[in-house]
């Protein structure tokens, strides 16, 4: 079962390493822009760091979850493009496949309500990893 548990990536691997808990990398989250699925290069110390986790660690599986908002076109097809995007990239630094699952939840979960004009955070993939 994947539990999610909100915490800032930087301790989430000490946590994840003290028996299996399962990690949220949400603390900086990758952002996207409005109808887009590219990611800005920022981002990528974020997946490095996620990365090396996921290379010294084969006994862990991770979750990547896209995300889009309601006023982009096509919500679902973004949310599923922007975390496969992010599965290519571990895929392409030899993370195997079958260690990945990669879901789009569209608009379905914000972490910003709808009606905010910091809506554009719920551009976002997140990563949860758990035990095998």
Known sequence: ???????????????????????????PTIYFD???????????????NVLKFMLEKPEYMMEISGYSTSDEKNGQELSEMRAQVAGDYFIARGIPKDRLVIVGYSHTRPDIPEESDKKGENRRVEFYIHYK
């Open 1 to 27: 079962m994947l539990l999610a548990c909100m915490m800032c990536w930087c301790n989430a691997f000490a946590q994840i390493e003290s028996g299996g808990m399962v990690g949220c990398f949400r603390d």
């Open 34 to 48: 409005l109808n887009s699925s590219a990611w800005k290069q920022a981002h990528e110390t974020v997946l490095q």
